[in-house]
Structures are given as structure tokens and as C-alpha cells.
């Protein structure tokens, strides 16, 4: 099937926001593009030698430095495990849809769509899923669907400096932007459709990934070319969505790495 080139996508938001923890930093510390603002570290913090390592790290870079007594101006929950240490970050995961084609260029097109992921611990780890087994991008739905924060780069370790994430305002409108960059869409669902390793993931592929419980809504799954399920042993129901997410990019990594 011959798919078109039409472009389209929404702008993208350049603003500032508020991490933490020694992965999410030391990640986004060495982006090539935009380094991170401002780093915060609390008193204590560089007692252990991959602290100290870090504090090496930020330096070299010529990113600045500033001892708080606590967190308490920044935008950080009460519950965060922030290990000693928050940064101001640009949002350097963010593209448009019809950049995409720029990250992939010679390779076969690997993106992942998140149908109203709603829950900023599995949106985290979707996307370190991603990063891992070799997405080039992310699509998510700017309504009903958590939003790119600390807690979402803290869920996903920092992969987030890895992988390029685009927020769209109607995920089928991306879905029918992506076939016309002649991608075939995978519908990942609990029940029905291909066995997942009798489906061929080599193909230029967008995983589509649904909610919590509800799965892929109706109207989405119409819009994908195939579905796939992941065949469980007897008696259990169902993967969450980031175990889902990882044993199917798995699947397509082994399928792609296959000589």
C-alpha cells in the first residue's frame, strides 16, 4: 500500500519544568541541544562517590550549581524520592509530527501512540520502554493523557533525553498522518488479533497502546491496520500497560535484529 507525505502536527511548547532525582539530571545534563537551566542540590548531596561523580559532570558542562536547604520553592510532590538533588529542565523530548521523518531517515519507523495513558507512573515507563527497545518517538493526546512533568522523566530514569515525544491535539488525525508516511498501525490489544510473533513488527510501525482496563478506544482501534495480543499463560488476564508495551517492543526489536 502507497501512503502519502502530507504534513501535519501542532507547534512545539518551549517552556521550563522542574525534575529530580540523579538519573533524570545526569540524563538531561548532557543533552547536546539544551543542557539543563539550573541545577538545586541540597546540603548533604555529594557525600557518595556517584554524587561527587555528577557534581564532576555538571561543572565540566558549565551548568550552575546551587545549594538549598530544601525543595520547597520547587515544583517537587512531598512523596518524591528526589535523592538530593532537582534541576530546571527544557523540555528537549518535544517535536512535531512532521519531524519525524528526520529521526528515523535511513532506519524502519518504530513509534509508539499512547491512547489516554492517564497515569504519569506508566506514561514514564512506556517511554524508557520505548527509548529501550529502539522507538523513535512517542505520540500522545494532549487531552486525556498525563502530561510530560517530573514525575513522568523521574518514572522513566531520564530516558526521556533519548527519545523525541510529540503532543498532539486528536491522536487519529496523527494516526492518519503517520499512514501517509506510509507506516502501518498496530492496534495492542488483551484479546483478538495476531499472535504477536506471528505478526511481522518489521514493518514501518506504530504501536498503538490503550488505556488501563478500557484498553484502545473503539474509534482509534477502527483507525490501526492490524491487531496483536500477547498470548498469557492460563489463569492470567492481563499485562498493565508498560509490561504490555515492553514485551511488544521487544518482540519488534528481535524481529528487526533478525538476520
Not at 54 to 77: A, H, M, N
Not at 138 to 165: D, F, L, P, Q, Y
Not at 173 to 183: D, G, Y
Request: with cysteine; proline share 5%; glycine share 8%.
Amino acid at each position: 500500500m502507497k501512503r502519502g507525505t502530507r504534513k501535519a502536527g501542532r507547534a512545539k511548547q518551549d517552556y521550563l519544568i522542574t525534575v529530580w532525582g540523579i538519573n533524570p539530571v545526569a540524563e538531561l545534563s548532557s543533552h547536546a541541544s539544551r543542557p539543563l537551566k539550573k541545577v538545586f542540590i541540597l546540603p548533604s548531596f555529594g557525600s557518595r562517590k556517584r554524587q561527587q561523580a555528577l557534581l564532576v559532570k555538571l561543572e565540566r558542562l558549565g551548568i550552575t550549581t546551587q545549594t538549598v536547604d530544601d525543595f520547597s520553592r520547587l515544583e517537587i510532590p512531598a512523596s518524591a524520592v528526589h535523592q538530593g538533588i532537582a534541576a530546571i529542565a527544557w523540555p528537549v523530548w518535544n517535536c512535531n509530527t512532521e519531524e519525524l521523518p528526520g529521526l528515523w531517515k535511513e532506519e524502519t519507523p518504530l513509534v509508539v501512540l499512547c491512547d489516554e495513558i492517564t497515569d504519569p507512573g506508566n506514561l514514564g515507563g512506556i517511554i524508557r520502554a520505548s527509548a529501550a527497545f529502539g522507538a523513535h518517538a512517542i505520540i500522545i493526546s494532549r487531552r486525556n493523557c498525563a502530561e510530560i512533568n517530573g514525575t513522568v522523566v523521574k518514572a522513566s530514569a531520564g530516558t526521556v533525553a533519548h527519545i523525541r515525544i510529540c503532543t498532539v491535539s486528536n491522536l487519529v488525525n496523527a494516526m492518519k498522518a503517520l499512514k501517509r508516511m506510509n507506516l502501518w498501525l498496530a492496534g495492542l490489544a488483551a484479546r483478538g488479533g495476531r499472535e504477536i510473533w506471528n505478526s511481522d513488527l518489521t514493518l514501518p510501525l506504530g504501536m498503538v497502546l490503550g488505556a488501563e482496563g478500557r484498553g484502545i478506544r473503539p474509534l482509534v482501534l477502527k483507525h490501526c491496520d492490524f491487531s496483536v495480543r500477547i498470548p498469557l499463560k492460563d489463569g492470567v488476564e492481563s499485562l498493565n500497560v508498560v509490561s504490555a508495551c515492553s514485551a511488544a517492543l521487544y518482540e519488534s526489536m528481535r524481529q528487526r535484529m533478525r538476520p
